[in-house]
């Protein structure tokens, strides 16, 4: 009995340590001098010594924490910024003009596979003197055109492994078959895991998640004691790491941040990162629950404190409370609660996150700096961005397409005056332009009171313009249930309504890619082509526009692009229209839209994408021009799987293709 005692009152002591501590008290010593003189017998205790070194330590250790993470974020920074230095000199390179041109880059320009040396009749030579077999006249594959496509998907298609669907005429250059093979492995993305159907990202993000778990993993347990009477260190650490990560979770999920400045990527890249980090901190906050339960069986009940009055005290009543918020939120954050009750999804992410973060503030006065910053974090995102800088009031007209089920909204957005510069400066407001694959959030207060709080995604399906000139931004709303539902129905009787914008946001790094390649892919599924008809009008702007005297450049390489788009109706080829299809449609354009999957089921869009490859890839003598490839994708998983994999396969031949995917989270 005397045992549990003195159990009990060092562990009493530790524990007022524990509300005692703070970065500034980082040494026994330190310490030491500021408890009173009633506690010095009991810090001389060894086992309170003990206690007091590990809390000490950790309160040490999780510092080191944010300087590990800005560690990270400068190779990124230095990787991205150094990727945008060699794009531009090269595409400086491309389109110099000949009199600015020494001899020897002329020379370069002319040995250079990237360029096409000679063009007639809107046709391209390839480098051994003939002539591409597809580039001489305009493809359109539609609805009126398009031969039925009989071939489906077959799942054997995407259990094959990865080395059996390479081609049999390898092109790969022995010296580089190590990096080939590893940057294909890199881009592949596997099965969803079984029974669940858990969709699973490319390989290359699976690293990334589970190396920022490790990095957690590593600063939650190193030096930790397992044992019963230093269990209190170990639900303490736990803590800890909970609240350092908070301003990081608060980060990832703000829309204006300064994380796209430096790595090119917004916030929809990094909503893996978020998810994952609050499931990690999901996890965190129940050991550190799970740890003060054991603290209490094992060293607080002996001595005769019961459950009751351990739960009903202040400190671990709060801790409850922020425990129930924050795992509350975990659960309506899942797909299955998310896509079925999105609103009450969105409503209490907000009311929870402010009560979890009150509650934890009082929980424990070591969080509050924490609290503090994650609460500024978000002020400034939704307050002063969303809220003010970045919100635009328009009138839009709405339209249902022949389909029934789909609605256009348009909304002209004036041009950029002077008073915007600044706030365009600092990525705000749409009346500054937009980008291609760029998106908004659009709020109807009119449709119904809850709405005038609710904001729903939706990428800008109109081409991008310009900050000086007027545009317009078009959406495409494909009424399935809630906001969109109720948006169906109101355009039913009204072909006007009051809008709130918010955006643009994304990030260019697709776009970028598609720009610095000689043959770039779209493909969209349904509802993305909102996604690619910006992006290929885009770059069929830029090629021509951009280029107007040919004769004043050094052989500047002719893109080629193709745009695969795969419907489930034919009257969804209405969102952008036959017209403007064929229009796209050019010498530099190739538009396929196979049968409608709802008449012939899925097409072998990897098929589609890879004999494409081939065909501008490669001369009439069988020789590989190895161009650079840029591919981007925007559709359901399945199909975005099929692409990633195709293209996964063709770098492990030696092709170089680079892949992106347009996907809001995981």
Known sequence: MEGSESRSTVLRAAL?????????????????????????????????????????????????????????????????????????????????????????????????????????????????????????????????SLPVQKKRWKPADENTSLLARAPSDSIIVPWRAPYSYLKAWLMYQPEPIPLIRKTLPANVVTIAVVGFISLNAFYSLYQVPFTIPTLFIFADRAALMFVVNLPLLYLLAAKNQPIKLLTGRSYESLNIIHRRLGELMCLLALLHSGGMVGVWWTLLRPVGLSFARFVLSKIILLGIGAFVAYEAIYLTSLPSFRQRWYELFLSLHVVLQFAALVLLWFHHHNSRIYVLVALGIWAIDRMAYRLGLKTKHLKATLEIMPDGTTVSLRARVPANSGIYKLNRLLSVDIAGGWKPTEHLFLSVPSLAPKHIVQAHPFTIASPSTSPTSEGEVRLIIRAQDGFSKDILAYAKDHTQVDVRLDGPYGSQTGHEMLLDSELAIVVAGGSGIAVAWPLVTSMQQESVGGRADLESLVKSPRKQILLVWVVHQRSHISWIGEKNLEALATDRVDVIIPEPTGESGRPDIGAIVQNWIEEHDTTRRGIAKRRRIGVVCSGPDAMNRAVRNTCSAMVANGRDVSVKVEKYGW
């Not at 509300?19 to 500021?34: C, P, Q």
């Not at 040490?60 to 300087?67: A, D, E, K, V």
Request: aromatic share 8%; glycine share 6%; hydrophobic share 35%.
């Open 16 to 144: 007022r340590l524990s509300l005692k501590a703070t970065s500034k008290t980082l040494s026994l010593d330190a310490l030491n001098l500021s408890l009173s003189s009633a506690e010095s017998t009991e810090s001389q205790d060894p086992r309170f010594r003990r206690l007091v070194e590990g809390i000490l330590f950790s309160r040490r250790f999780t510092l080191t924490y944010h300087f590990v993470l800005l560690g990270i974020l400068a190779l990124f920074t230095i990787f991205h910024w150094g990727q945008k230095i060699r794009r531009r000199r090269w595409r400086k390179r491309v389109t110099q003009p000949v009199h600015q041109l020494s001899v020897g880059d002329v020379g370069k320009a002319e040995r250079s596979p990237q360029y096409s040396p000679e063009r007639s009749n809107g046709g391209i030579l390839d480098e051994d003197g003939e002539r591409s077999s597809s580039s001489s006249t305009p493809t359109l594959q539609s609805t009126a």
